[in-house]
Every structure is written in C-alpha cells, then in structure tokens.
C-alpha cells in the first residue's frame, strides 16, 4: 500500500518535472518528426495527385512539379472516358462481394462445428484446416488454371450421366465472376479467427437454447452471429482488402477487357493507347479510392484483422 | 416436449455420432472447396513435375525425377532462388526497422495522433497495382521525382528499372513502401500490449531512454518482431505483380524471382513440368515459413 501510493507520487512528481522543464518543446519536437515521417510516407500519393493535375504540356517537365498551378480537374473523367475503369471497378467489387459474403458463410459453418460440436476425428480436420495456409496461391496456380479451363471447355461423366458443356461452364470458366471467385470462397484463416471467438460464448448458452427447441442452424444464426458482430466486421474487411488486392489469378483467368479487375485493368494502362501519362494517374487514383474509404471508415476492424495471431491479448 | 439428457456409453457414442453428421455438414463447403483449390493442386503440381511437356504445353512423356533434379540444380532455378534471396532481404531489413520507427512514433500519447496513425498505416489500402503505377512514375528516367532526388545528390543518372544492378533494390524500394502500413500496424499493436507498468518501474530505476528500449520495448516485442519477419518474408517469395508491373522479370532476369519464374515457364511458354517443378521447390521454401506463421495462430488456440 505504501509502495503503491509512493510509485504515485514518484509518478506524479516525474510529471510535473515534464511539464515544467518543457512546457511544449518536446511536443513540438514530436510533431516535428510525425509530420516528417508522414510526408514521406505520403510523398509517393502527393505525386500522384500531383501528376493526375496536371496539364499535358507540363507532365513532361524536369525538374518534376512539386505543385499543379493550374490543376486540370478535367483529367479524371477523361481517365473514365478513355479507359473502361467504371467496368473493371464493378467487376472487382462483384468478385469482392461474393468473396466476402461467401468466406463470411463458410468460414462460420466451419468455425461452429469446431467450437460448439464434439465428434471425432475434431482436432485432425482442425489441423487439416489450419495446414491449408501452408500451401501458398503460386503453388496450386497451375493445376487450379487447369481446372478453371478444363470446366469451360469439356464435359464430365457422373454416374452415367453425362454433365454437358453447357452446364459446367455455368460453375467455372475462364472470363468468368465465378473463376474469379470460386476458389476464395473457403479461408482456413477465417474459420480460425471466428472459431476463436465462438470458444468464448458459454456451452450454457447452447444448452439453453437447446431446451427451447433451438436446432444447431438456429442457435448459429440468431443467437451466435449476433454476439460476433465485431470479429465477423473484422473478417469482412480483411477478405474485402485481400480480394481487392489480388493479382496474379485474375491476369490468368481473365482474357476479355470487359471481365478484367480494376488491379489487372490499371496494370495495362501502361501499355494501352492513353492521352498521356497524367490521365494514368488520374485513373490510378480513381482505382484506389475504394480502398482509401475502407480504410478511413473501417480502421479499426482492419487493424483487428490484420493482427490476429500477431499479439497475445 | 424437453429431450431428456441422454446417459451412458451407449447414448454418449450416439451423439458423437449425430454431431459428426452435423459436423459434416457444416464443414462440406470449406471442406469441398480446399480439396478441389488446395489440396488437390498440390498434389496435381508434384504429379505434374514427373512429366515434360511438348511446345504446345500438353503433358508429354514421363521422366520422373530427372526433371527436378534438372531444374532444381539449373542454374535458372538458382539464379532465380538468388534473386528471390536478395529481394527478402532487400525488403523484409528496411521493412522491420522502418515499420518499427513509425510504429513508435504513432504510440505516442499525443493529440491528434489517430491522424498519423492512419496515415502510417496508409500503405495496407495502396494495392500493388496502385503502388507500382505510382513508382512507375516516380522512377520515369527523365522526369521521375527519385531522378531528380538522385540528380541533387550528385549521382550519375540512371535509368534505375532498366539496369541490371539496380532493377531489384528499385523494385523492393516499391514494395517496402507497400509493406510498410501492414509492418507499422502489427507493431504498433505489439508496442501498445506491453504493460505500461513495465515502463513505470524503468523510469523509476532511472533508465534511459535507450535502456528502455533495449531491456524493455525489444525483449517485449520479440514474439511480433517474429511474426513481421516471417511475414514480411512470407509476402517477399509470393511477390509478383510489381515485378510484372515495374521490370517483367528483366532486365536480363535481374529481377525473375521465383513466382515469376514460374509465370514465365507456365503462362508465357507453356511448359507446365518445369513450371510444376520450380512450383514444389517454392512450396518447400516456403513451408517451415508458413508453418512458423501457423505456430502464431496455434499459441492463440492453446494458451489462450
């Protein structure tokens, strides 16, 4: 008791040595360095606005503009105008959605049965589910390619029953939103996060709901989803970001200009036709503003997200 | 009616029973979806890489392990596993020490500091497509704002995606600024779990600043120092879209890491043996990698 209220004098004392002896010299200091760090940080997006500015004539110039006196707001529907951006940008969100509502369904199927089910052989298919995030996109891409083109282009025997063309192509085919997405739809990742959370609402819950009548379905969707709010949030946001993201499969499985992704669409700007390269940049950052949003709205549940695994709380 | 409370061996196998039934079917989409995308390419890729594959890219005869002994001991695949080397140490050293120092810049208790936060953590929303756009133009060789950077230092000018020498450390400089918000975020979760009483007693024992950092912030920090390197090194080996974006793997394959080395030999000549070969090489690779990020997962399952 002594030491604890002696440690809080100390502590108080040490305080106010702080505030006499810099009134706000060390606070100034540390904004300094903050404003600093981000300038730097920021420098490679100012240029961007920057360069997304400026006239034509002046893009070219040397030294670079470090400011557009004369911005060209014009540029960024001549970006819309000239490149099918708005097209690739609902693809991407099309694909999005249906990797986030599906890794929610599945992954929340999966996690229930591991929390709230005892049955054997529990704990292996855990591991069998955990040990998919060992096996890395770039390892499976060639026979996961084979297997989209193989859908679009043969036909299947089941039981005798011969599943035509027409048909499997409907599940998976190239320039497809279900190539795009269909192999995203399950994250081991995903299963373990809610999981983690499931382990924390009491068996008595179950139990109680079991009474009332409740079957497992039920209790999953109106009693379980509901207190899983902010980790399903978490989960959302983090599938939103690594799907929007992706890149190598969608510049596989995408010929045609009108299924391409915003991510493979902007990359071949560098080839394409364009009035200049201030028009590029100008479409660069239309293409990013999706995620700047999510990122300004749903700090938060990203951060969780990303975190997961990384501390103990 | 309310079930009666089922007893004995018998009743408690049968509910081990039901709740397998129900198990399963809870699970057969994840289960279903993993087979088919997961497990089954993994095998396929091994199975793949026991065959040549004829110019048109159609399986051709089987040669078994010949195969992955001659392209694992080719000096392509070395070359390639060199480059892949470089890059994760290029990007995973500067990633560490600078996500660490922003991290420690945004856990101060400052008004307004949710404003540098976010800007530090801004990087996560830049996609690699973004960001190799916006390098791609901060790199031009004539008008490109490092040009002129370089140009004021005095340096010869160079164009920097086009030389052999300095293709790579361009490319990293682009992916550590990608990596950065991911980095700043993980450790400045990390710094602000540490019990702000460990601070307290230091300060009273009158230790300095650095002490505090070496006795305190490090040692506490170490499991998320683990966790950033395995991961930062996790996202230098699966690295791709700004090699495609920024240099396609030149100049004279200065920057064909190993992905992109597998893009080339099985999406741009069609030869899916050795592409399947290099494919399990990575996988190695990269499995005692994954499998320390799994351990990270695991202690949350166990200690929790």
Known sequence: MAAKSEALTTRAATAERVVQRRPWGRHALSYLVLILAATVVLLPIYMTVVNALLPKETIVAYPPKLFPSDPQWGNFPKALDQVPLARYMWNSFIVTAIIVVGQLVTSSLAAYAFAFLRFPGRGLLFLIFLSTLMVPLEVAIIPNFQTVQSFGSSHLEILGFEVGRHILQHILSLDSYQSLAVPFLATAFGTFLLRQHFMTIPKELRDAAAIDGYGHLRFLFFVVLPLSRPVLASLAVFAFLSSWNQYLWPLLVTNDDNMRTVQIGLAALRGREIDSFNVVMAGTLIAAMPMFAMLVLFQGQLVRGLTAGAVKR | ?304
């Open chain 2, 1 to 304: 009616m309310p079930r009666l409370p089922v007893v004995g061996l018998l009743g408690r196998g049968l509910t081990q029973i039901k709740n397998l039934g129900f198990g399963l079917l809870f699970l057969w989409p994840s289960i279903i979806l993993f087979s088919l995308f997961v497990f089954y390419p993994l095998i396929k890729s091994v199975y793949l890489g026991f065959y040549e594959s004829d110019p048109l890219g159609n399986q051709g005869d089987f040669v078994g392990l010949d195969q992955y002994r001659s392209v694992l001991g080719g000096s392509d695949f070395r070359h390639s596993l060199w480059v892949t080397f470089q890059f994760t140490v290029y990007t995973v050293v500067p990633g560490i020490v600078l996500g660490l120092g922003l991290a420690m810049l945004a856990n101060q208790k400052l008004p307004g500091i949710s404003i540098f936060r976010t800007i530090f953590a801004s990087t996560v929303a830049t996609s690699v497509a973004v960001a190799s756009m916006m390098w791609l133009t901060l790199l031009n060789p004539t008008t490109g704002l490092v040009t002129w950077l370089l140009d004021q230092a005095g340096q010869p000018r160079l164009n920097l995606l086009n030389d052999p020498d300095w293709a790579l450390p361009a490319v990293s400089l682009t992916t550590i600024w990608l990596n950065l918000g991911l980095a700043t975020i993980v450790f400045l979760a990390g710094l602000q779990s540490i019990p702000e009483r460990l601070y307290e007693s230091a300060r009273i024992d009158g230790a300095s600043r650095l002490g505090t950092f070496l006795h305190v912030t490090l040692p506490m920090l170490s499991p998320t120092l683990l966790f950033v390197t395995v991961i930062g090194m996790i996202l230098a080996f699966e690295s791709f879209g700004q090699i495609h974006i920024l240099t396609r793997g030149g100049p004279l394959d200065a920057t064909t890491v190993i992905v992109y080395s597998i893009y080339l030999e099985a999406f741009q000549r069609f030869d899916y043996g050795v592409a399947a070969v290099q494919a399990v090489g990575l996988f190695v690779l990269v499995l005692g990698l994954t499998g320390l990020q799994l351990r990270f997962l695991e202690r949350r399952v166990f200690y929790q």
